[in-house]
């Protein structure tokens, strides 16, 4: 079978019908902890103490990136 170089993955997520969800996250480490929000946003949705703890954790990473920005433009 010849490789489609990721053509099939891309295809699978952009033709879904209707009504199916496709959350698509990219791999590598960095990426599982994007995967890891992603599902704790939905899982926040319906549980309180978790969507408080992300939205502190969401807090502490702006700060982060903020902190981290300032460093590159000085």
Excluded: H, T, W, Y
């Excluded at 996250?25 to 902890?33: D, E, F, L, Q, V």
């Amino acid at each position: 079978m010849k490789s489609l170089k990721s053509l099939d993955s891309l295809l699978s997520v952009a033709q879904m019908p209707k009504g199916i969800a496709v959350g698509c996250m990219a791999i590598g480490k960095s990426r599982a902890r994007n995967a890891a929000i992603f599902a704790l946003e939905i899982l926040g949705l319906s549980n309180k103490r978790i969507q408080k703890k992300l939205v502190s954790f969401k807090k502490s990473l702006a700060k982060e990136i903020k902190l981290s920005n300032i460093n590159l433009i000085f």
